[in-house]
């Protein structure tokens, strides 16, 4: 999408949320109903007034006239009744007054013929008006109206009184005028309306633009047809051959940009399959009140699919056809402050949006893409997402990275691949699974431990991402390249499209089909189901997750957004760290009954849900770690690493008889409130120990007099982080630390 402005447009073709309801694209006229409603709906009679007589011209005409041809259109119609429009468009010109007068435009010296005094000709002549054009009515009756003045259910004070608005732009009158010879009024006029109803002529007119294919000359209206059109109708023709014969006098495309003039399908897209249907509950015509409650029934048409469930749109107040607008813009600034930065870096990138939307539009492809063109550019902070790409390499790294056939194999058949976050949550629960996998199956099971790179592909660094799947391929290869057995959806759907040749299957598809672990002891209560974002597109994945939920015995409840439409817990896209406000936004959103308990199989979404306060299981831990499966707490970032680092030594030497150096580290010490602080800050303990080490080493630290603490710092990566801390013997206790990205040198 760099710089590519036709895919920028194709692109916002697929958001309709700017589309008019079909009631108003239903109307000749285009009026605002949904606004319209809304305004009555809150009481306020003067801005539905307002916003009618912006497209209605003659408001007492049209409102006590009209056939109402959006009510054909309007979607209520089959939910209780389509809103009497027509009645409420009466209410606002009966109850309202007009806010403010329209500006006119300067006055331009070219003059206009309109022949005619019906509806159509008084269109026509008070659209060109507004324009500033000088117009001359020319009418053979007594008084304008036409065929409204046989109207009996048009009061006659009423209708004089609308024409008489025709004095607001000065529109010159002449009656009892009759033009035999249109010749002779080209002669006197820059250009010339023909609308004086059933009438026979020569002229060959265009239904489209109303051009008469001879120079100046115009029609529309009755002149048009064999028979009277609908007063709707007459109108619309009216302001679009208006439109016609200004762009004609300025001399640009009379056709080009007008496919939505008159009636149109709209291709809005509106759920209404959990509204209730609703009858009109008052007989026209309608008090204030009455109209009120009518303009209620009215759903104020608009496409929320995806903003309905998505918290990250939410958060900033807008919809994927202005996200994609921001994103272009972004990525187009050549100098200065790039301000949809910090949007574009908060996304969860789950295609949740696409699943969701009926034209398929997914935001998050967008964006993950324009976070790999900022990357290439050198546009994308690094801090962004850089102590995740850190922690990532961490999982690759010497110290945890592991690849070996089963103990007394040297083949493998399988290797089981749980992916980065479980063995950093739940260690005990990948050995439990990767022993019970060695007994179930035959040909030798093998384990890889690391970390598939959708990190560095989230964060845009193609780079690492590469770098990581080629560790991950290099080590299937040298094993023989063995049935991969994957924990984690998103490292599915990875190596599915990266790695095509491997052959994956999840956990999940063998355990539903194998016995229970002899220790397995079902637990009470009811369980909410939330898919990973990471199995939106593998239905036999959710399938697999829901046999063996069952198999186990527990009845499943699913909620409001669930497989294909899921939603992501705040992890994926790596907001919860780019931007934790709407990481525990969108969490919020998948927990929306936050007294239940959340059954998941990412073990990124059950730490997310238990950060937040919600009850969630892990499936794997309920099954093989039953009874801490729901009071495990989730680690911390520290923890995490740790984890995964004594994982791998704990297997090297309790399964491959391996000897592991293990290092004594320095010990450690810090209040709830200091973890807290470290966790929000992104500081590790292993930050901490390397600021300690350097500052006891070399005895280079400050103390600060009035508290007694020791002050040090230290470059690790690109920040410096500072730390306040005591020793106690061969304890140091923190009591403050912070980082920032800076570098400081000394001579």
Request: hydrophobic share 35%; charged share 25%.
């Amino acid at each position: 999408m760099d710089g590519n402005q036709q895919q920028l447009y194709s692109l916002e073709k697929l958001c309709t949320k700017e589309n008019p309801p079909a009631a108003m694209a239903g109307c000749p006229l285009h009026i605002n109903c949904r606004s319209i409603c809304e305004a009555i709906s809150n009481g306020d009679f003067n801005e539905a007034r307002t916003l009618y007589q912006k497209s209605a011209v003659f408001p007492g005409i049209l409102s006590r006239l009209c056939e109402a041809p959006c009510q054909k259109a309007c979607i209520r119609k089959d939910k209780g009744g389509a809103i009497q429009m027509r009645v409420l468009e009466e209410a606002a010109v009966s109850f309202g007054q007009i806010k403010q007068r329209r500006a006119f435009l300067p006055r331009k010296n070219q003059r206009i013929a309109v022949i005619g005094g019906g509806i159509t000709a008084m269109t026509a002549a008070i659209e060109l008006g507004k324009k500033g054009y000088a117009i001359v009515m020319i009418e053979k009756n007594e008084k304008l109206g036409g065929m409204l003045r046989k109207c009996k259910t048009l009061p006659e004070d009423i209708l004089d009184q609308e024409i008489k608005s025709l004095d607001n732009y000065k529109v010159e009158i002449q009656i009892k005028t009759t033009v035999d010879d249109i010749e002779t009024v080209k002669k006197e006029y820059d250009a010339v309306y023909i609308a004086w109803g059933l009438k026979k002529s020569s002229l060959s007119i265009d239904s489209e633009s109303f051009w008469c294919e001879e120079k100046k000359v115009f029609a529309g209206g009755d002149a048009l047809r064999k028979e009277h059109g609908t007063l709707v109708e007459s109108m619309s023709e009216g302001r679009r051959a208006a439109i016609s014969i200004d762009r004609y006098l300025n001399q640009v495309s009379m056709m080009a940009g007008r496919a939505q003039e008159g009636v149109f399908d709209s291709t809005l897209c509106v759920n209404t399959e959990n509204e209730p249907d609703q009858e009109s509950a008052s007989t026209p015509p309608y008090n204030r009140e009455e109209a009120a409650e009518e303009a209620k029934r009215c759903f104020l048409c608009t496409c929320t699919y995806c903003t309905d469930a998505c918290a990250f749109m939410r958060y900033y107040k807008a919809y994927p056809k202005k996200y994609l607008r921001e994103v272009y813009n972004n990525l187009s600034i050549a100098m200065g402050t790039r301000h949809a930065n910090a949007m574009i870096n908060s996304c969860s990138l789950c295609s949740q949006c696409a699943a969701l939307c009926p034209q398929g539009l997914d935001l998050g492809s967008v964006i993950k893409e324009a976070r790999h063109a900022m990357t290439v550019k050198d546009k994308m902070p690094p801090s962004a997402f850089e102590f995740a790409l850190n922690d990532m390499q961490y999982s690759n790294s010497p110290k945890c990275f592991l690849a070996r056939h089963q103990p007394s194999f040297n083949t493998s058949g399988y290797a089981f691949f749980p992916g980065c976050q479980l063995p950093a949550s739940a260690p005990d629960t990948v050995k439990k699974a990767y022993l019970d996998l060695s007994e179930k199956l035959t040909g030798g099971v093998g384990l890889i431990l690391g970390c598939c790179g959708i990190i560095a592909d989230w964060a845009g660094r193609t780079d690492l991402y590469q770098n990581a799947l080629l560790q991950i391929k290099t080590a299937w290869e040298e094993m023989g390249k063995p049935i991969m057995i994957l924990a984690c959806p998103s490292c599915y759907a990875t190596f599915g499209k990266e790695i095509p040749m491997m052959e994956c299957i999840g956990i999940w598809n063998i355990l539903k089909d194998t016995n229970l672990p002899e220790n397995f002891q079902k637990q009470s209560g009811a369980q909410i189901i939330h898919d990973a974002c990471g199995a939106r597109y593998f239905p036999q994945i959710q399938k697999d997750v829901r046999t063996l939920v069952a198999k186990m015995g527990y009845e499943l409840t699913e909620g409001t957004y669930a497989k294909e439409e899921t939603g992501c817990c705040g992890y994926g896209g790596l907001t919860q760290y780019s931007n934790p406000a709407v990481a525990a936004e969108i969490t919020k959103q998948c927990t929306e009954d936050p007294e239940a308990a959340y059954l998941t199989y990412c073990a990124n979404c059950r730490e997310r849900f238990v950060k937040a306060g919600v009850k969630s299981m892990h499936i794997l831990e309920l099954l093989y770690d039953t009874k801490t499966a729901k009071e495990r707490k989730s680690p911390s970032y520290s923890l995490r690493q740790d984890n995964r680092l004594n994982l791998t030594n704990h297997l090297l030497k309790e399964l491959w008889k391996t000897d592991i150096k293990e290092e004594s580290p320095v010990e450690l010490a810090y209040s709830r409130e200091v973890e807290q602080l470290l966790e929000e800050r992104l500081i590790l303990e292993s930050d901490i120990r390397a600021v300690i080490n350097d500052a006891e080493k070399e005895n280079c630290w400050i103390k600060d007099v009035d508290s007694g603490l020791r002050i040090a710092h230290k470059q690790v990566g690109n920040v410096t982080f500072w730390v306040y801390y005591q020793k106690h013997g061969e304890q140091y206790q923190i009591e403050r630390s912070y980082g920032h990205r800076m570098e400081i040198k000394g001579e």
